[in-house]
């Protein structure tokens, strides 16, 4: 048999599925996308159908190598990327990378979930490259490099530098500030509700109710005013009350589809309060596979990315089969359950659901996380209860209605909605008013598919009814007395804000994205600063504003919901393959371009001859300023003139930066001399140079306004200079230089720039962490405006509420570890590693800079500490009077051995469950039945 090389995305999915393959084909990762366009330039010819110019991604140069030197011998090589846009367009890009490394046949594979039935399946019947999706995907890529490109240039000059448009993110900002303009413009209106309690003279019975309508119409009552009097009018002996109308209803409430990607992300964020992108992580981690013991790594669920409710018709028999056996055959329906997708859903695809419903979540949970473990129960009761019967419901109503005595006096204005027309005269209204009380409750006579899943979708208001008490038992014509009459003040509510789960359900409902952009769409305004998140839910700030009403002002075709929907639905039309993905980017192109034109005043009146003019104006000899240095950038205006005079004689076109950097010169010297802006009128440009000087005047005028650093600030900054600041910290992509951030705020106040709000934040952040080498911390950060000294972090305490007591606590733990020489082996633990060495190193730094630590440090520490009896002197009586317990007994070995690898047998326990594993773990994961 030849040698076969199997390519997927990550190292998890490569493991999984080797597992199924076997030792004689080998599985390598490709780390995602190998090649994109280019990241510091266009990268598509817009002259050339579009071509987009690809190059290796920092990551695809260190693979490709080792992928090359596979594929140069293998003879098939089976691209088993997702089964989506983004997967179809990875496996393209592998071929076209390595068809010339050897002599290989390539296949195409593709399947919905990781589990060893379906890899063999699909391995059995391979395919090739889907080309459409292809061109789907390099569409879509394409799009949105020309959309960012060419857009987020007007942002940087108009609205600040370091903003950036998306074709979609853009869009789903709108969507972020309309709902919160909304918010802002609402006034609230004022109402009442009457609550009623009546008793039933024989047989006794009380029941409360709520007034819903007067005479024919709803009731709505306005003010106290009309409440305290309709009240009095309602609590007179002379009304009567009496029981008109007794219902019940049954009601089938059907269960839900199975998830597809976005109402995953809405019942997550819903249900277990987990953001998109956590969401579609931890899926993630579910689909490629989890260690199941000594089985190995099995994929849980299906693929994560879809937007079909399909199920496969072997999944179905599987779920019917298990819901019979163990809740019962009336629980499972006669025939499957069928669910309609949308129309743009990829049939082909399969909604969300577990590979096998026999792992229950109670089976699987030794082996999952926390949040793995919560989101895996909640696609697997999901699924199961699709597959269930609808729920039976009764609907029970009773309404009383109250009229006679005073209220035949009464007319009902100002008590019921007023339906009338504006501009129209409302009828005169006739006196006498009778009130309806109406009480609801709901029953459920057979909970169906509620027995697993009843969590709300997002958006759904809560009903009363299935809250409500019973119902009494009430004949239609019996008379009630009214025991009580309350009065409550209430007013119509805003509409609520967007969370990251209802964001992603207006983006379906709208049509913007698609179910592997949602999470990173929704991700990337918050990473951009354009909306921050305020107790879940998503405010757009000042930058959001900015840059939304920027863009909707300028480019409000481009950034219409109704536009982006539509670019989506050309996207699936490409994929369909039934529209070329060239001349749907040129029509685009076009009205791009034309949009760009009328708004892009900078880039006006560049032509050859203008340029010329303009570079005669500053001839050799010209007496241009001295060179001024703003940060680490000197400007030079004599050697700015040189390179655009280069640019001119090598007959190159100017960048709409380069242009707007020119007019932005000639306004400078042309306020000094007249005869400047003369020739500026000559070729039509005068007016702007004059706007130009007026701005710049502008912005000299604020300059100098600015306000001077008071001396607060300047007292602590110098207070500062003295601190020994700790190394840089690389987390993610970022690096956090206290030391460098501290000189560039101490810069800014000695040249006389007051620091923001925000920025003074900082700094009383910044110093609480350093508070215990600052002298007299206290007074400098009050007189700054700090209440109490700033915590660093959630852990950190204030120095001043530690007691003496306290603190000679942490003086002996800080003492005992300072004696451990020989730390353990950092032990893995889901996606962190904990290094004991690692964790003192930096719990004791951060008490000697800020002199306190938390309550859960300090416990940390004494953890940590008990684990090293044997190499602290006199470690009884120390660890007494620090508050340390004994040390945990190391684990007992038993006298059997793995059956694996011939290692002890241990007695372990997991989340509060025990059993007996391998003590060679990790490396061996033997666990016993």
Not at 5 to 15: C, I, N, Q
Not at 124 to 130: R, S, Y
Not at 390 to 403: C, R, T
Not at 457 to 486: F, H, S
Request: hydrophobic letters at 40%; glycine letters at 6%.
């Amino acid at each position: 048999m030849g040698k076969k090389l199997v390519v997927v995305e990550s190292p998890t999915k490569a493991r999984t599925i080797g597992r199924f393959l076997g030792a004689g084909i080998q599985v390598q990762a490709s780390m995602g996308h190998v090649r994109d366009l280019p990241p510091k330039s266009l990268g598509v010819d817009v002259n050339n159908n579009f071509a987009p110019n690809y190059e290796l991604t920092p990551s695809g140069r260190k693979i490709v190598r080792s992928l090359r030197q596979a594929a140069a011998t293998a003879e098939d090589i089976y691209l088993a990327t997702d089964h989506d846009r983004e997967g179809e367009a990875i496996a393209w890009h592998l071929q076209e990378i390595l068809q010339d490394a050897g002599k290989a046949k390539f296949h195409r594979i593709t399947f919905h979930e990781i589990t060893q039935n379906a890899i063999l399946k699909s391995f059995a019947n391979p395919g090739v490259i889907a080309e459409d999706l292809v061109a789907a995907q390099q569409a879509r890529r394409v799009l949105d490099r020309l959309v960012g490109y060419q857009v987020s240039p007007l942002l940087w000059r108009h609205v600040k530098k370091g903003t950036s448009a998306g074709r979609v993110q853009s869009v789903a900002l709108r969507i972020v500030v309309e709902r919160e303009r909304e918010i802002l413009a609402f006034q609230p209106q004022e109402y009442w509700n009457l609550d009623a309690w009546f008793e039933n003279r024989d047989p006794k019975a009380k029941l409360k109710t709520r007034l819903a309508r007067i005479n024919d119409g709803k009731a709505l009552v306005s003010n106290g005013a009309d409440a305290e009097r309709l009240a009095d009018a309602l609590q007179s002996p002379k009304v009567a009350h009496q029981v008109v109308k007794v219902q019940s209803t049954p009601r089938r409430k059907t269960p839900p589809p199975p998830f597809i990607t976005s109402t995953l992300q809405q019942a997550a964020g819903s249900a277990l309060k987990m953001g998109a992108t956590q969401t579609m992580r931890i899926a993630q981690e579910l689909y490629e596979g989890i260690e199941l013991g000594s089985g190995g790594p099995v994929g849980l669920i299906t693929y994560m990315r879809t937007d079909s409710v399909n199920i496969a018709r072997e999944a179905q028999t599987q779920a019917l089969d298990f819901i019979a056996k163990h809740f019962g055959k009336e629980y499972a329906p006669a025939k499957p359950n069928a669910y309609r997708s949308r129309k743009s859903a990829q049939e082909a695809h399969e909604a969300i659901r577990p590979t096998d419903v026999q792992r229950t979540p109670e089976a699987v949970a030794p082996f999952l996380n926390t949040a793995q473990l919560k989101l895996y129960r909640l696609v697997w009761n999901r699924f199961i209860a699709s597959q269930m019967v609808p729920a039976q419901q009764l609907d029970h109503v009773i309404e009383i209605e109250s009229a006679g005595g005073p209220l035949t006096a009464m007319t009902p204005d100002n008590l019921i909605q007023n339906d009338t027309p504006a501009g129209k005269k409302a009828a005169p209204t006739a006196k006498g008013i009778t009130c309806l009380f109406h009480a609801a409750a709901r029953e459920t006579l057979f909970p169906g598919y509620l027995v697993v899943y009843n969590i709300k979708e997002v958006g759904e208001e809560d009903d009363p009814a299935d809250t409500a008490r019973a119902l009494p038992d009430l004949k239609v014509g019996m008379r009630c007395d009214l025991l009580e009459l309350t009065r409550e003040q209430c007013f119509t509510n805003p509409p609520s804000r967007y969370s990251e789960a209802s964001l992603v359900k207006a983006l379906e409902q709208n049509g913007v994205g698609r179910p592997s952009t949602y999470a990173s769409t929704v991700n990337t305004i918050q990473e951009r600063d354009y909306v921050t998140k305020d107790k879940g839910s998503l405010v757009p700030t000042e930058l959001g504003f900015a840059t939304n009403d920027f863009l909707v002002q300028h480019l409000p075709h481009l950034f219409d919901i109704g536009f982006t929907a539509q670019m989506e639905s050309e996207l699936d039309q490409v994929e369909e393959g039934n529209l070329n993905w060239v001349s749907m980017i040129a029509e685009f192109y076009q009205k791009l371009q034309n949009a760009l034109g009328a708004n892009t005043s900078a880039s006006q009146g560049c032509t050859p001859e203008n340029l010329q003019a303009i570079l005669a104006l500053f001839p050799a000899g010209f007496p241009f300023d001295p060179p001024v240095t703003r940060g680490r950038r000197t400007y030079d205006d004599a050697k700015f003139i040189a390179s655009i005079t280069d640019h001119a004689a090598a007959a190159k076109s100017l960048t709409e930066r380069q242009w707007a950097a020119l007019l932005n010169l000639v306004a400078r010297y042309g306020a000094k001399a007249p005869a400047i802006i003369a020739a500026m009128d000559k070729i039509g440009l005068g007016d702007a140079i004059r706007q130009n000087i007026i701005e710049q005047e502008k912005a000299s005028q604020e300059a100098a306004a600015a306000p001077a650093p008071p001396p607060e600030q300047l007292n602590l900054l110098k207070a500062m200079t003295t601190v020994a600041w700790n190394e840089p910290v690389k987390r993610g992509k970022r690096i956090f230089d206290d030391g460098k951030f501290f000189r560039s705020l101490h810069k800014q106040a000695l040249g006389g720039g007051a620091l923001s709000p925000a920025q003074t934040a900082a700094l009383l952040k910044l110093a609480s962490k350093y508070a215990a080498t600052i002298p007299d911390y206290q007074n400098l950060t009050q007189a700054l405006g700090a209440t109490k000294p700033a915590a660093a972090d959630d852990n950190a305490a204030p120095a001043t509420t530690m007691s003496e007591a306290e603190r000679r606590k942490i003086d002996t733990l800080v003492a005992m570890a300072a004696e451990i020489k020989t730390w353990k082996t950092p032990k893995p633990g889901g996606r962190r590693t904990f290094d004991d060495k690692d964790f003192v190193h930096s719990v004791t730094t951060q008490y000697k800079q800020k002199g306190s630590l938390s309550e859960r440090q300090v416990a940390a520490l004494a953890k940590v500490i008990s684990k090293y009896p044997e190499q602290i002197a006199e470690y009884a009586g120390r660890a007494k009077a620090a508050g340390i317990g004994e040390p945990p007994p190391p684990p007992k070995l038993l006298a059997e051995t793995c059956p694996q690898c011939g290692a002890p047998l241990i007695a372990r326990s997991s989340r509060g469950k025990s059993f007996t594993g391998c003590s060679a773990f990790p490396k061996c994961r033997y666990i016993a039945k």
